[in-house]
């Protein structure tokens, strides 16, 4: 009998053209996804007088630079124009298709691809984005690669890789009412450690993860790159199928019968071994806040900062006063009492049909304290939440309710948190100054920003739900 | 793409667990091409303050760091962000290689395309390294690509590294004309997948 293999095996193996000597493998690229940031491969592309190799597995969107807080339309701002423009003459000198500025379809690279059936089970695939690990909870192989490798995958469509060490994160059991994906990653990064995957393709298992939707795994997979991973996988199942069912650039008919016959073979053996194996209990899992500078700086909202005093690990010490210091926060303060100034539901992480509804679940009726901005993670889901009246009860609560695009996720198009500003956020990273220079991220679920926002503290929604109808 | 074989010059120490690509390279300059000069605003927002005025606790701009060709971190050093503009940041101030107990996936591969060095040494090596370097700031290192070592004040380390990347700095390569050579294979590879796999290749 063959050796049982692991799901990354399997998708590995089926995407390796050779195999060098010294251990390195060629791997064909199924799918590619690009951005405004793409503009150094491009270059050097044109530097070499080279053309994509395979337009037609090549999808473009503009996500990075796109105004999310004025109404579509000609772009005001000059560098960001240019931008937009600079990825639409890249595209067309191609032939590569390119969801832009004007295209219903547009929206955040890693919500566009699943949305419209790009990504699917069994895909390898790439994007100069370190998020793209997102697509793996279709059962996909997807990585973030460098503007050099972007060039690389232009000009050949293949990559070289090293194959990465395999490790599973099982999450038994149930996770308590109120507990979201989010909560589970961040309770993932808060164990392992924001290296604790570093080097590894990570598989995503255990009964807690079947019961997700394909949103909560795009959230989980999304945020694998925050412990250190290469990617993060989820195996494809009956929920993957039919999200992927009468998506526009899914398979159809007997193609698509052909397709699940060889999706329904992704998955991991049994007995087949990974060289880390981690199990937590999704029971113990509490609606989850980060409150420094690392993505593992992540606590359950009814915790307290901690004491860099009685930390004995001497650099975990001092990144924790470091963080402190930045994030304006005293050690022993309780989280559940500190003040915000604005909040941000928004980002390839959670901004999902799924995640505007559970938002808008505790925003209903209700006002919220501070300022804020909700950005849908794509035009399609734009359309959609205002299909069900969600943009009204975001509006009514106070906040702003833009256009799609990264926004105040990376602050790129102008979109920033002002210097000591404090931000509940839905995305997926709290490092200094990613949201703007001297801007405090607190990362949190869509439900948990939005409790935030009606109180104008940290706070764990458990308590808002209890009386609120949805 | 420069060859790597020795470096010996000074070291900048960063004591700084997880410093991540936006710190090398804050967002707002990824709109820069690389002609613009993205060296001169490498670490900006860690070296200067919002007036621009130097931060005098930060390494970099130590009078005897100033000129590191090696920066010497802590854990996770180059997580997050995918850009690789942190790179030519990096290389662009003058920067030859990082020496650190461990580094992010995509920022090691993104160092070996450009030519920078990133040496792997255990935690204890890395404080020890450090330490000599805040005692003695003039100190310079010698770093030996080929023999994998690291030579500080007289105490002689060994870093780790991917071989494969080992074996492109040492020559200098360049992937897209190694793949070139296997266009064949690639060819008939992707006749297998439009056979096997035809969802690969959507309408249109
Ligand atoms: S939403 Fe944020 S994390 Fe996602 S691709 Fe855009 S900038 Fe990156």
Redesign the pocket.
Known sequence: MSQPRTIIDKLWSAHEILRRDDGESLLWVDRHYV?EGSFHAFAKLAARGAKVAEPQLTFAVT??YMPTRRPRGEIDNPELARMVRQLEENTAANGVKLFGPDDPRQG???VVGPEQGLTLPGLLIVCG???TS?HGALGAYAFGIGASEVAHVLMTQTIWQKKPKTMRVTIDGVTAPGVSAKDIVLAIIAHIGADGATGCALEFAGAAIRALSIEGRLTLC?MSIEAGARCGIVAPDAATFSYLEGRPYAPKGAELDRAMESWSKLNTDSDAPFERDVTLEAKNIAPIVTWGTSPEDALPIDASVPDPARESNAARAAHWRDALAYMGLTAGKRLSEIAIDRVFI????N?RIEDLRAAAAVLAGRSSKVPGLVSA?SSLVKQQAEQEGLDRVFREAGLQWGES???M??G?NGDLVASGERCAST???NFRGRQGPGARTHLMSPAMVAAAAVTGYLTDVRDLLVDQKV | MDKFHTLTAAACPIDLNNLNTDQILPARYLKWTRAMGLGKVLFQDLRFDAQGRERADFPLNNPAWRHAKILVGARNFGCG?SREAAVYALYDHGIRCVIAPSFGDIFSGNAVQNGLLTAIVTDQEATAIMAALTRTPELSLIVDLKRQSILCDNRSYTFSIDPVRRMRLLNGWDDIALTESYRDRITAFRASVREQRPWVFPPL
């Open positions: 951005h996500d990075h955040i690279v890693h984005d370190s998020h997102t999304n928004g980002s390839c992480t901004a993670g695009g990264c926004s996720c990376v790129l995305t997926n990273r | 962000s």
